[in-house]
């Protein structure tokens, strides 16, 4: 038996090499790098035409409330520069209007704040920050409190309210100035406050809420599934603790699932069926998220004022060194095989 057992070790080796390669195929892994420093906490995210991403930001030394600037930052994040010839007030929510379909000039970044402190309660107000940097006042009072904004396939902006309406707004353009703000969903608890915002096949609406829930509505507002998928449990949760934002992939290196940021720095990929699962945790808070042109995911990092850009390793093909192991298990297997039964 003695003499045996070298070959049994080999044999045993081969195996453990193939178990390994095997363990490794499939596995999706992720590289975070700083894209770009901001000056002040950064929110929302959008990209323009050009590659440029804009990112909305707190006030000065965090306040929750209080004048800010939209940033630029140029492709590559070469460059960070203010946005926009003065602040504007509470400028968490940015859009980048291609084509002026909201905005009504081609280029310019539609931004969700607050209508400035008059002494009666605050109301949400949308500015649109035109390519010459000058800044128009498009709309206020509709709503409360937007919290992410998105254009559907017909040319609607669609924003989530997280104030005391808890809703989401349908904003289309006449032929002209006036803007057609409609409230297409309404929830009726605070726990089914809407946050995160995306726009699916056929236009369909998915939200995600202060309960930890993502709901799925037609385009028209008609209910699909009162709960697609969970994020989190919010039992002991802060209110303002539970918003989140959601972004589909475009395809590519991400697929082309539902993701959504999580509470604690984690991303979450949520299928087709509303299965979800953490592809990547320990980012610390994450205000915002997007993915850019290149098929990257973006998100801001309030609390070291940065942005960061995230894209997984590239997941191989079954390499001839694995198949060669495993050709070598089974020609040694069927050797040893044989020879045992010599020896008995």
């Known amino acids: 038996m003695p003499s045996h057992c070298p070959h049994l070790r080999f044999l045993t080796g081969l195996i453990l090499i193939a178990a390994a390669l095997l363990a490794s195929e499939g596995r999706a892994e992720f590289v975070?790098?700083?894209?770009?420093?901001?000056?002040?906490?950064?929110?929302?995210?959008?990209?323009?035409?050009?590659?440029?991403?804009?990112?909305?930001?707190?006030?000065?030394?965090?306040?929750d409330i209080g004048p800010s600037w939209v940033y630029r930052i140029a492709p590559g994040g070469t460059s960070v520069t203010r946005h926009g010839?003065?602040?504007?007030?509470?400028?968490?929510?940015?859009?980048?209007?291609?084509?002026?379909?909201?905005?009504?000039?081609?280029?310019?970044?539609?931004?969700?704040?607050?209508?400035?402190?008059?002494?009666?309660?605050?109301?949400?107000?949308?500015?649109?920050?035109?390519?010459?940097?000058?800044i128009d006042f498009i709309n206020s009072l509709q709503f409360e409190n937007p919290h992410q904004m998105v254009f559907d396939s017909t040319g609607r902006m669609l924003l989530?309210?997280?104030?005391?309406?808890r809703s989401v707004f349908a904003v289309t353009r006449d032929p002209g100035p006036n803007l057609q703000i409609t409230r297409l969903i309404e929830f009726d608890t605070f726990g089914t406050t809407p946050s995160g915002l995306a726009i699916g096949a056929g236009d369909q609406i998915f939200t995600s809420h202060h309960d930890g829930v993502i709901r799925v509505h037609k385009a028209d507002g008609t209910l699909v599934n009162n709960a697609f998928a969970t994020l989190f449990d919010p039992t002991g949760l802060p209110p303002q603790g539970r918003q989140t934002n959601l972004a589909?992939?475009?395809?590519?290196?991400?697929?082309?699932?539902?993701?959504?940021?999580?509470?604690?720095g984690e991303i979450i990929r949520i299928d087709a069926s509303g299965q979800t699962e953490v592809i990547l945790?320990?980012?610390?808070?994450?205000?915002?998220?997007?993915?850019?042109?290149?098929?990257?995911?973006?998100?801001?990092?309030?609390?070291?004022d940065r942005i960061l850009r995230v894209t997984p390793t590239v997941i191989p093909e079954p390499s001839s060194l694995l198949l060669l192991s495993l050709g070598g298990v089974a020609v040694v297997g069927v050797q040893l095989r044989r020879r045992f039964r010599r020896l008995g």
């Open 281 to 304: 945790s320990g980012l610390g808070p994450i205000s915002g998220m997007t993915f850019g042109p290149d098929g990257a995911l973006y998100l801001a990092d309030p609390r070291n």
């Open 160 to 165: 989530t309210d997280i104030g005391e309406s």
């Open 248 to 264: 589909f992939a475009p395809g590519g290196m991400f697929g082309t699932d539902l993701y959504a940021r999580g509470l604690t």
């Open 85 to 134: 010839n003065e602040q504007i007030n509470d400028p968490d929510a940015v859009l980048f209007d291609a084509e002026g379909r909201i905005s009504g000039v081609a280029g310019s970044v539609i931004v969700g704040g607050l209508a400035p402190w008059n002494g009666v309660q605050n109301r949400g107000r949308l500015s649109a920050i035109r390519p010459n940097e000058s």
């Open 32 to 63: 975070v790098t700083e894209y770009a420093r901001l000056p002040r906490t950064p929110t929302q995210l959008s990209f323009g035409s050009d590659g440029s991403l804009y990112a909305g930001s707190t006030a000065t030394d965090g306040a």
